[in-house]
């Protein structure tokens, strides 16, 4: 009689936590989408900026002029900026030539046209992203709630990301299809899907990285060849387009400069926070010092980045360890992991990382320890309730401590 008032006991507290958590998501939700009435229904904004630069940057390229030739009072897509998108002439093109080559492609239509197309691109990759978590983090059932929470947690990351028509929601779209063949035991279509999506996006070339767990060599030694496939590709503008290639690289080096970070931020990842780390804290003692990219900030980002990666993948490959960690979880872990350790973080950057912290902040919520269960919740709350784009990575740290907590634990048992 005592374990059935238990269990009943623990069955109402999760009940109201759960009435809690949709309660949040609700409003949530509802403050997003009024939001977006007001601002682009009702108001003057337009979707899809991101869109209309790499638009302009194939007009460009079709008219043979470079997009990367900017400078100080120079850019070459400042017309059609202004006239297809409202967008002013400090917005300049620093993403990829393949991406180059693709937009040449879009350019052969209006923008309008291909601002119709993109509503369809979004929707599909929203669909199969959509579909690829449920498979990867075993949803089935309320699916109306898993749909809210993809698109309106964290103040709506997941539905600006689609709103702001990047690039990198087609790219995670790609790494999602490849995560669902890694679980079918198809590691070299997970492989392709990664490379498509660094062709685009370099950075995303990071998720290479995601099969923690697995041991085999010959995993590795796939690694070395897609690198070296991805490098080739890249190499190959270097051999027969030399000019585009050296604006690529002088885009890489644009996005870490000062007059990038006072114009346009710097993220919202590691190396962000790293920038102003020194700045922040001098600040403290009345000392200003101008915050920014410098090379000692991106030493340090390599550093903690390194590490970080590295004692998640001694975690999660120890014995002990992997038993008690399911694949689902590892792959989660894996993903917040690298979404964590991205260079120049973007809100855009957080789509596959949402059903990932979700996945584990609901593990964690079932676990029998009130004090554990009770984090799992709060996690949840932050993810529905907080409008803050530092929320998530607050998150994806806590995780990570959470995992590095539970190694030390267990190593301290067996001392």
């Not at 623990?10 to 009435?19: M, R, V």
């Not at 060599?217 to 190959?236: C, D, E, G, P, R």
Request: proline share 3%; aromatic share 18%; hydrophobic share 50%.
């Amino acid at each position: 009689m005592k374990n059935l008032i238990l269990n009943k006991q623990a069955l109402n507290n999760l009940f109201s936590k759960d009435i809690f958590l949709k309660i949040c998501l609700i409003i949530s939700s509802a403050n997003v989408v009024i939001w977006f009435i007001k601002k682009y229904i009702f108001g003057d904004r337009e979707p899809f900026w991101d869109l209309v630069i790499n638009y302009c940057a194939g007009q460009s390229y079709i008219n043979g002029i470079s997009p990367y030739n900017y400078g100080v009072g120079i850019n070459p897509l400042g017309k059609c900026l202004n006239e297809s998108g409202g967008l002013n002439d400090a917005f300049v093109y620093v993403a990829t030539i393949p991406l180059l080559k693709i937009s040449s492609l879009l350019a052969q239509f209006d923008i309008e046209t291909i601002k119709s197309f993109w509503v369809i691109i979004n929707l599909f990759s929203f669909f199969i992203i959509f579909l690829t978590s449920t498979y990867i983090y075993k949803i089935n059932k309320k699916y109306s709630w898993y749909i809210l929470m993809l698109l309106f947690s964290f103040g709506g990351v997941g539905f600006f990301s689609f709103l702001t028509g990047n690039i990198t929601t087609l790219a995670a779209t790609f790494i999602s299809i490849g995560i669902y063949f890694y679980l079918k035991k198809n590691i070299n279509i997970f492989c392709l899907c990664i490379c498509i999506a660094a062709l685009v996006r370099p950075q995303l070339f990071l998720f290479i990285l995601l099969p923690f767990m697995e041991e085999n060599k010959k995993y590795f030694l796939k690694v070395i060849f897609y690198s070296f496939t991805i490098a080739i590709l890249f190499f190959y503008d270097f051999i027969f387009q030399k000019e585009l290639f050296f604006g690529f690289l002088k885009g890489l080096a644009y996005v870490r400069s000062d007059a990038w970070f006072f114009t346009f931020g710097d993220g919202i990842g590691l190396d962000a926070i790293i920038d102003q780390l020194s700045y922040a804290v001098l600040l403290l003692f009345d000392v200003y010092i101008q915050p920014g990219p410098s090379k000692y900030s991106n030493i340090l980002w390599i550093i903690l980045s390194s590490t970080i990666l590295l004692s998640t993948y001694f975690f999660l490959t120890k014995k002990n360890i992997s038993k008690k960690i399911n694949k689902t979880n590892s792959i989660a872990l894996g993903i917040i992991i690298i979404t964590l350790c991205l260079p120049r973080l973007q809100m855009y950057d957080l789509i596959l990382a949402i059903p990932a912290v979700h996945c584990i902040a609901i593990n964690i919520m079932s676990e029998k320890q009130k004090r554990l269960s009770f984090l799992g919740f709060a996690m949840l709350s932050i993810m529905y309730a907080v409008h803050d784009l530092n929320s998530p990575l607050f998150l994806f740290s806590l995780i990570f401590f959470y995992y590095t907590l539970i190694q030390f634990t267990n190593n301290f048992r067996k001392a």
